[in-house]
Structures are given as structure tokens and as C-alpha cells.
């Protein structure tokens, strides 16, 4: 059964507009990672945070992580029309050494 | 190469035909992942190797074999194929060996029509 539980299903916003999506997971984790899928792509890792980090930045880019709530968001700020694409958390589970995916946000960026 | 390369990119076969998935990493990686995509179910792992030489099964492995005779390949076989396999198929590759970022690198994607 799948860890992480993005929300919401979909998101319909402007370009300039900040996207945020959340992510809920159900079992202690080693990190936590998001990735973005282009329609008819594979996934591309945006980036990893770690248990012990609460909060973390790469270009417009903002995850945070409240591991007592099992849960994470991703910020995406200024949005662009090229940010249209499903976004997918992943949990590195401590147990194993796979990754478990969430089912994904659909985002999309209107100009 | 650079990446991950899958073959065939999207292929129409019919129910109870055998078809063999490939994938190919030119990374080193590895820890290697064959995931299946439907709409409305996410990723969903059906095997995966840590090594050359070892496999192990995900959430859903029936119906699916996989095999990791060298590092760089990771082929995924129907032995034979039904409706319901009908989906994108998923290779990944990640380096685990290091300090645990486990962080995946997709290939194309393999679209697979059962009929």
C-alpha cells in the first residue's frame, strides 16, 4: 500500500502564484523526497530532505518536514507555466531500501 | 548512453504472448527498480535488485520476473501477459551504496498495451 498520500489531487493556479502541496506518510522515515513527472516522462528528483531537517530550499523550490505529524509540504513560489506536471513524495523507508510513492498532485499552471 | 535507456518505448501484445521489458544504466548504480504507473494508483514497485545478482519483489510481483546478470542491466519479463498488465512501465537506478540518499533516476518509460 502506498507510504505517502499527496494532497491535494489536483491544483489549478496562475502563473506568479505559489503552489503548495502536502504529503502525508505512516511509518518513520530516513528522508523524504519529491519528484516531478512531465505528462508522458519519467520522474526527476527535485530534491530530499532529511528526518533530522525541518526545512530546506533549492531555487523556488521550499520543502519542510514535521516528522512528529508525518508530514511534508512543497512550496513551489512564482509558478510558471512550465511547472505544469505531477509532483510525487517518495519516503525512503528505514526499513528497506526502496522508495515508496505517494499517488501525486497534478499541477497546473495557467499563464 | 547517458542514463537510463528502456526498450521498447510503447508496444501493442496479446494476451498469453511472453514479452521481455529492457532496461539499461550507465551509471554504475547499484540498486536497480522496475515500477508500473496507473492512472489513479501512483508508482508501484513490482521488483527491484540492490546488487548484481540479487532480486527482490515489491508490491505487486506476480506475473512479473526480473533478472541482474551485470550491474547495468535489469531486463523485466512477462512470462505470459494478461489485460490487466496493461500500463507504463518504470525503470530506475539509484546508488544506495553511500550514505543513503536513495535518490532515483527514471528512464523513459515503456507503454504496454495487453490485448
Known amino acids: 500500500s502506498q507510504q505517502g498520500e499527496e494532497d491535494p489531487q489536483a491544483l489549478s493556479i496562475q502563473e506568479g502564484e505559489n503552489a503548495t502541496m502536502n504529503c502525508s506518510y505512516k511509518t518513520s522515515i530516513n528522508n523524504l523526497q519529491w519528484y516531478r513527472q512531465n505528462s508522458g516522462r519519467g520522474l526527476v528528483h527535485l530534491i530530499l530532505?532529511?528526518?533530522?531537517?525541518r526545512e530546506k530550499h533549492s531555487g523556488r523550490l521550499r520543502v519542510t518536514l514535521d516528522t512528529s505529524k508525518k508530514s511534508s509540504s512543497l512550496l513551489i513560489t512564482a509558478s510558471r507555466a512550465a511547472d505544469t506536471a505531477s509532483y510525487f513524495c517518495?519516503?525512503?523507508?528505514?526499513?528497506?531500501?526502496?522508495?515508496?510513492f505517494g499517488k501525486g498532485t497534478m499541477l497546473l499552471v495557467s499563464p | 548512453i547517458a542514463g537510463i535507456t528502456q526498450a521498447p518505448t510503447s508496444q501493442i501484445l496479446a494476451a498469453g504472448r511472453r514479452m521481455t521489458l529492457r532496461c539499461t544504466q550507465d551509471m554504475r548504480h547499484n540498486a536497480m527498480y522496475w515500477y508500473r504507473q496507473d492512472l489513479g494508483l501512483g508508482l508501484r514497485l513490482i521488483h527491484y535488485s540492490n546488487t548484481a545478482g540479487t532480486t527482490g519483489k515489491g508490491e505487486v510481483p506476480d506475473g512479473y520476473s526480473v533478472s541482474r546478470a551485470n550491474t547495468d542491466d535489469f531486463p523485466l519479463t512477462l512470462a505470459s501477459a494478461v489485460p490487466s498488465q496493461t500500463s507504463v512501465y518504470f525503470c530506475?537506478?539509484?546508488?544506495?551504496?553511500?550514505?543513503?540518499?536513495?535518490?532515483?533516476?527514471f528512464g523513459p518509460g515503456t507503454r504496454l498495451t495487453v490485448l
Open positions: 517518495a519516503t525512503d523507508d528505514s526499513r528497506y531500501s526502496t522508495l515508496t
Open positions: 530506475a537506478s539509484s546508488d544506495t551504496s553511500g550514505a543513503g540518499r536513495n535518490e532515483q533516476f
Open positions: 530532505i532529511r528526518s533530522n531537517e
